[in-house]
């Protein structure tokens, strides 16, 4: 990639903020590494954390949905492929999603209002560690990373948004879990902007169980928890508290009232993905 960056005219914003409009990926990328620039889309996200922190960064680079890739579900082989672009609305209302995945539209009713969901995108819930990536993490999703040389596929769950620089999510594809047993709960509604202190989804994909958390804590898969789980024996009620409590509080999980309160929440999906405790 040439390490000089043709700059499309800017538009002045709120507080200084200039918006950089890149033509394609790559530049979009290079623009964001040459000045330092956040990716903007839907921008539900960005605004409540500038408003908490009051702070704005100097420049914006506007992601174009119109970009091959970036925007619709398409089937295939491999599952679903989602474009990064695509909004949480019309992620609930595509009949493909409906088939695949039929608790991804009540989980998604709970994000937000209607019109956040309109302007949100899959990428930004991802990169917010939204409500999208405990589900989506529970599903072994598959990154498609546009980054400074070729673009590249990447685990969700070896994944990190503070890690990854300016590589930008060009799309994600999720496994055909038809078949699967899935649940999602949700601890706290969003009201306005404030976001959700816990989302837990369990999944079971007929030969083994998969745990994942996201909100207050941070995103991540339960492995540990999972492990214990999956291994054959029975635990006991205190040692499967014990383990996953120390798994979230490891996690970043700092409230014992929170850590409590996923306890119950995995108890309850558990029951409703058939897993004998």
């Given at each position: 990639?040439?390490?000089?960056v043709?700059?499309?005219?800017?538009v002045?914003g709120?507080?200084?903020?200039?918006?950089?409009?890149?033509?394609?990926?790559r530049e979009a990328?290079?623009m964001?590494?040459?000045?330092?620039?956040?990716?903007?889309?839907g921008?539900?996200?960005l605004?409540?954390v500038w408003?908490r922190?009051?702070?704005?960064?100097s420049?914006?680079?506007?992601?174009?949905?119109?970009?091959p890739g970036?925007r619709g579900i398409?089937?295939?082989?491999?599952?679903?492929?989602?474009g990064?672009?695509?909004?949480?609305?019309?992620?609930?209302s595509h009949?493909?999603?409906?088939?695949?995945?039929?608790?991804?539209?009540?989980?998604?009713?709970?994000?937000?209002g209607?019109g956040?969901?309109?302007?949100g995108?899959?990428?930004?819930?991802?990169c917010?560690g939204g409500d999208?990536?405990a589900l989506?993490?529970?599903?072994?999703?598959?990154l498609?990373l546009v980054?400074?040389?070729?673009?590249?596929?990447?685990s969700l769950?070896?994944?990190d948004?503070?890690d990854?620089?300016f590589?930008?999510?060009?799309?994600?594809?999720l496994?055909d879990?038809?078949?699967w047993?899935?649940?999602?709960?949700?601890?706290g509604?969003?009201e306005?902007?404030?976001?959700?202190?816990a989302?837990?989804?369990?999944?079971?994909?007929g030969?083994?169980?998969?745990?994942?958390?996201s909100?207050?804590g941070?995103?991540?898969?339960?492995?540990?928890?999972e492990?214990?789980?999956?291994?054959?024996h029975?635990?006991?009620?205190a040692?499967r508290i014990?383990?996953?409590?120390?798994?979230?509080e490891?996690?970043?999980w700092?409230d014992?009232?929170l850590?409590?309160?996923i306890?119950?929440?995995?108890?309850?999906?558990l029951a409703?993905?058939?897993?004998v405790l």
């Open positions: 990639m040439q390490s000089d043709t700059v499309q005219p800017e002045a709120r507080g200084g903020v200039r918006v950089l409009r890149p033509e394609f990926p990328v290079a964001a590494r040459r000045f330092g620039g956040t990716y903007i889309a921008a539900s996200w605004q409540p408003e922190r009051q702070s704005r960064p420049y914006l680079v506007a992601l174009d949905p119109g970009w970036f398409e089937q295939d082989e491999g599952g679903l492929t989602i990064a672009l695509t909004t949480l609305d019309e992620l609930a009949p493909l999603v409906h088939e695949h995945l039929p608790g991804l539209g009540t989980l998604l009713d709970q994000v937000a209607p956040v969901r309109r302007l995108t899959v990428g930004g819930n991802l917010a999208l990536s989506f993490l529970a599903l072994d999703a598959r498609h980054g400074h040389h070729d673009p590249k596929g990447e769950v070896v994944w948004a503070a990854a620089g590589d930008l999510i060009q799309s994600v594809t496994p879990a038809s078949p047993r899935i649940a999602v709960d949700k601890l509604h969003r306005r902007f404030s976001p959700t202190r989302t837990v989804a369990s999944v079971h994909d030969d083994r169980l998969r745990l994942a958390v909100g207050e941070g995103p991540g898969r339960l492995s540990i928890s492990a214990a789980l999956n291994d054959g029975s635990l006991s009620g040692d014990h383990i996953l409590d120390t798994e979230l490891f996690r970043g700092r014992p009232t850590r409590l309160a306890q119950r929440m995995v108890d309850y999906l409703e993905v058939g897993h």
